[in-house]
């Protein structure tokens, strides 16, 4: 990388440069070397980061009008849907903005299980990512719980008591958790105050993910390492640029039609109803994005198990590049993590799915069998596969397939699904 | 093949789409802007009607308007007479007391003294009006600036006589 | 192409999967009557919201309040659209309290455009008092707050029928065919003719359902209108910006893919 060779046109720019290198960053990320043969699934980093800035520029324009008081909370939001102007565009925007955040969130996560880009080198850039998956939950759920009504108070409630699941210490940690003997008002206004922050440590741990990501450089589809001088890349700016913008306005468009024609598709009706905690809806659902780990949690019949399920779930996903032991990076050349992966996305597709019924019956036989299922993918069969599957041979560049050179049939037939 | 870039660059396609683009961030910029203008609960609130028959003559009343006090005072003949006995040239801020009470008895202006803020002190002062005492200014009957540090008279603002028993501030 | 398939596959499973989330348990399928505010070009009919507001306030508002509308959003752009004038008169109908006044009093006094409307109760607790202990629902975002929505609505007011032979009911409760475990504290609210229609349209029962409903739906969602017209406006600069991004991409794209 020629980041040291940099030097600035003006002055001023060189002045500015030698105290704080801004201007040498700026030609980094301008420079920066992608490869050339990245799909349209690589396209949701970049989402992402306008997802979060976005959250946070509307966040902070409704933290302008919201009142975090357990009283008046529910009354302010009516406040900014029906006084401040344009108060309805941002607080739809907000609320389906999760939502688009946490669809790019898994297409993105996906993708990386696909193409194997948690695998060495970048470890590190996969955990980093799932602690921000982390946060990103923590901040949602809290954000949930701010408009105070019945699902917020009693998603809230239900999830808070999971941790009486402790042992010995368990109740203890729950008042503390809300500041009183049930969720109310302390409780309110403490996740007000942490769903502020939490956006601005995803932030900088975005950074530091994309940091991580540009020592290595990007992974590609065919899962080869390229060297960063290889010509089967291209500067950042402006070829990924544009397509990162392209790929942005096609989700805009989805995301549109959200907020201006169903702005309350994704969300339960019962959250317009005032939090009563003398009154329990009758089924209590988080937000669609939270369904599968709600399904595992339930899952269990032990309280503390269920906890631990479903902060195992989590933390599997966490240790997956030492679980996925395969030398083979792309799934494009794995026929059977190929198949094992498909059934991974029904899986969780399922687990969602029984999530937002109700915990008896045959859906509850099913959240188990796919609970079972899914810690069996990441404990078992993808160590196994490692060490057992018989992988296709990866080619040596991005061009040999094209010159002809391919020693291998299956490989032609690869490269035009790239 | 040709790396003639740049004459491709000022290509068409890329100034639409920029123009296009800059369309976008205004649309996308303005109700971010917007949202901080006063809301329509605000906005309701900018008129304020004062039902004034209670108040006898030589009496003042306080009124809560778009967040700020008001007074209202009924004068009296003697109020009246020694505000347009005051001799412009005088005046700090020259204004006529017909101009800033178009029904002489009725005298209403933001009680907000026009140097730092202070809500001044009603019967007070040495020209028979108000006096703020956080820095000592002293308006007359008319409610101008005789002495002190205020630069302007107390502000009156828009209103008028609904009917003989109703202002309506705003 | 493909790409282009691949995501229109995610969206429409994203959406299915968006629609099935909500258990629904409906007993039987709703009504569905047509209503002028659906789909992209949903609009409210002026003189249905006029309607619906007299029969709110000769009906409904006997028990259930609308907490979070302002006399003002009467006159407002989007909604009935009362004139100015009209809009003040209404308000000036109800009492307001307001006060404390400089003896430390309260006091009520005529509401005017900037108050919120009025309950017919003083808080929660005598509403439930008052209706044989099931609260009487504030309708400000109601058809926001019931799986249907505004079919949901209309529905309960038209599903009043005689109970099955099996159920039998205690005083003050009535059998309703679209209310979950079809059992409900409010007596049938609407019959033809209870309310008169001061532009003269026939007052049956549907006609009144659908006023209300309607109006309902304007009060929960009073911006809808705004919302369609900018939506729309917003989709298609979207779509025309996306084909401009996208030829430009495939022009830069060009100047390297000849260089293989």
């Known amino acids: ?21 801004l201007l040498t960053l700026r030609n980094h990320l301008t420079e920066y070397p992608t490869p050339k043969n990245l799909n349209y699934w690589w396209t949701f980093g970049a989402i992402l980061t306008f997802c979060l800035i976005a959250q946070i520029i509307t966040g902070v324009i409704l933290a302008m ?5 357990s009283g008046l909370a529910f009354e302010s939001v009516e406040h900014i849907m029906r006084d401040v102007n344009y108060g309805w565009l941002i607080r739809y925007f907000h609320a389906n903005g999760s939502s688009m955040f946490f669809l790019a969130v898994y297409i993105h996560i996906f993708r990386s299980l696909y193409y194997g880009s948690h695998k060495s080198p970048r470890e590190l850039i996969w955990v980093i990512g799932m602690i921000i998956y982390f946060l990103m939950m923590m901040t949602a759920f809290m954000g949930y719980v701010l408009p105070w009504g019945q699902m917020s108070f009693w998603a809230a409630t239900v999830i808070t008591n999971l941790f009486s699941a402790v042992p010995f210490i368990g109740d203890s940690i729950t008042n503390w958790l809300w500041g009183g003997f049930a969720v109310g008002s302390p409780t309110l206004t403490r996740f007000y105050a942490l769903h502020y922050l939490f956006p601005f440590l995803i932030l900088g741990l975005v950074i530091l993910h994309i940091w991580a990501l540009h020592i290595p450089g990007n992974n590609n589809p065919i899962g080869i390492d390229l060297k960063h001088s290889s010509k089967d890349k291209v500067p950042f700016h402006p070829y990924i640029v544009i397509k990162d913008l392209y790929a942005l306005l096609i989700f805009l468009i989805i995301f549109a039609f959200f907020v201006f024609y169903s702005p309350n598709l994704l969300g339960h009706p019962d959250n317009y109803i005032e939090a009563n905690p003398m009154v329990t809806p009758n089924h209590i659902v988080p937000e669609w994005y939270l369904l599968p780990f709600y399904a595992i949690l339930r899952s269990i019949p032990d309280k503390l198990f269920g906890v631990i399920a479903m902060f195992g779930s989590i933390f599997v996903l966490v240790i997956l590049p030492w679980l996925d032991t395969s030398k083979v990076r792309s799934a494009i050349f794995r026929p059977l993590y190929k198949q094992f992966y498909w059934f991974l996305v029904a899986d969780v597709l399922i687990l969602g799915y029984v999530g937002a019924m109700p915990a008896e019956g045959l859906y509850l036989l099913v959240a188990r069998i796919a609970t079972a299922y899914y810690f069996l993918h990441f404990l078992v069969i993808l160590p196994v596969l490692g060490a057992k599957e018989k992988t296709l041979d990866v080619p040596l560049s991005l061009t040999e397939p094209i010159l002809g050179g391919s020693p291998n049939e299956s490989v032609i037939k690869k490269r035009e699904e790239i | 093949m040709a790396e ?23 649309a996308v910029a303005w109700p971010l802007i917007d949202q901080m203008n006063p809301d329509a609960s605000v906005k309701a609130l900018a008129s304020t009607e004062v039902d004034i028959s209670g108040v006898e003559r030589g009496q003042s009343i306080t009124v809560l308007w778009r967040g700020k006090p008001v007074f209202i005072r009924r ?27 178009k029904n002489p008895e009725w005298l209403v202006m933001l009680g907000v003294c026009t140097h730092l803020g202070c809500v001044p002190l009603g019967d007070k002062g040495e020209y028979g009006g108000w006096f703020c005492p956080c820095h000592g200014s002293h308006y007359d009957t008319s409610g101008r600036i005789r002495k002190g540090p205020a630069p302007t008279n107390l502000e009156v603002p828009k209103y008028e006589f609904v009917n003989s028993n109703t202002i309506k501030i705003g | 192409m493909k790409n282009i398939f691949k995501s229109i596959l995610f969206f429409t499973i994203f959406l299915i999967y968006g629609f099935n989330s909500i258990a629904a348990e409906q007993s039987h399928k709703l009504l569905e009557p047509s209503w002028s505010f659906k789909g992209f070009f949903g609009k409210f009919d002026r003189a249905q919201l006029q309607r619906g507001y007299q029969v709110y306030t000769e009906v409904c508002s006997a028990c259930h309040s609308i907490k979070y509308l302002s006399y003002r959003n009467l006159s407002q752009p989007g909604g009935p659209e009362f004139s100015d004038q009209q809009a003040k008169i209404i308000a000036s109908q109800f009492e307001v309290i307001d006060g404390p006044n400089s003896e430390g009093e309260m006091f009520t006094r005529p509401a005017r455009l900037s108050d919120k409307f009025v309950g017919p109760y003083a808080n929660e607790q005598a509403a439930t008092a008052a209706n044989g202990g099931a609260y009487p629902p504030d309708m400000s975002v109601l058809v926001k707050a019931r799986q249907g929505g505004a079919n949901y609505i209309y529905s309960v007011l038209m599903g009043y029928e005689d109970p099955p032979s099996e159920i039998n009911l205690d005083d003050g409760v009535y059998y309703n065919k679209y209310m979950p475990g079809n059992k409900i504290k409010m007596a049938k609210p609407l019959s033809a003719g209870v309310v008169e229609y001061t532009d003269g349209t026939n007052a049956s029962e549907e006609q009144m359902a659908k006023d209300a409903v309607a109006f309902l739906a304007w009060a929960a969602e009073p911006h809808l209108e705004a919302r369609h017209k900018i939506g729309f406006k917003a989709i298609i600069y979207l779509f025309i910006i996306t084909v401009l991004v996208y030829f430009s991409m495939k022009k830069l794209w060009s100047r390297i893919e000849s260089k293989v």
């Open chain 1, 65 to 69: 009008h919201y009142v975090a008081n």
């Open chain 1, 1 to 21: 990388m020629s980041d040291h060779e940099f030097t600035p046109k003006s002055k001023f720019g060189k002045w500015f440069n030698d105290r704080l290198p």
């Open chain 2, 75 to 101: 004068r009296t003949d003697d109020e009246i007479a020694k505000a347009k006995e005051v001799d412009l040239k005088e005046l700090k801020h020259p204004e006529k007391d017909e101009d800033r009470a």
């Open chain 2, 4 to 26: 003639d870039k740049k004459t491709n660059r000022r290509d068409f396609i890329f100034t639409a789409s920029y123009a296009l683009g800059a369309v976008g961030v205004g």
